[in-house]
């Protein structure tokens, strides 16, 4: 099985990813947050890339809807900064979290592109007790002359139009 950082050179930027290649990337990307490795969950992404939990489903245009989170670059920065300050009261102390990523089904492939839909299960536990979040993944990564990057991460939560408690961790 091949690290996240083989996996950043193994596909030259013209190529789409492989599946097999977008699922390991996946897998690294949940390994990081699980471990609040969030400065190296930074670099994945595209100068571009949209990160988004919404409070709707099924919909297209997440920028003009009330989102849970709607990150753009910049946006990213500020949110891993607030979380590893100690400053942010959703996340002091940390969340202890184990996700399981799977049921990949490839929606499409594009020039230097994969699209793709998951299922997550993510188990928080903090303040002694246990939480469960299930959630649709969509996911677009591309091949750069860098490695693989998160173009677009939306986290469907499988009760988000009825969603009332705060997440003090990226999913």
């Known amino acids: 099985m091949s690290t996240l950082a083989e996996t950043r050179t193994e596909t030259p930027a013209s190529a789409a990813p492989s599946l097999q290649d977008a ?36 919909i297209a245009d997440y920028d003009d809807r009330l989102n849970i989170v709607n990150d753009d670059a910049e946006m990213r920065q500020a949110r891993v900064k607030r979380l590893l300050s ?43 007790r246990m939480r469960t979040l299930a959630a649709d993944v969509d996911y677009r990564i591309v091949a750069t002359g860098d490695g693989l990057r998160l173009d677009r991460k939306i986290v469907t939560l499988v009760n988000c139009d009825d969603y009332q408690h705060g997440i003090g961790y990226l999913l």
């Open 86 to 128: 100690g400053f942010s009261m959703s996340s002091a102390p940390p969340a202890r979290t184990v996700r399981t990523v799977s049921r990949f089904v490839p929606v499409a492939v594009e020039d230097g592109a994969i699209t793709l839909r998951a299922a997550m299960i993510l188990v928080e536990y903090k303040y002694e």
């Open 23 to 58: 699922i390991q990337f996946i897998w690294a990307e949940a390994d990081m947050l699980d471990r609040l490795d969030y400065r190296a969950w930074l670099p994945l992404w595209t100068e571009g890339g949209r990160y988004v939990i919404p409070t709707e489903r099924d």
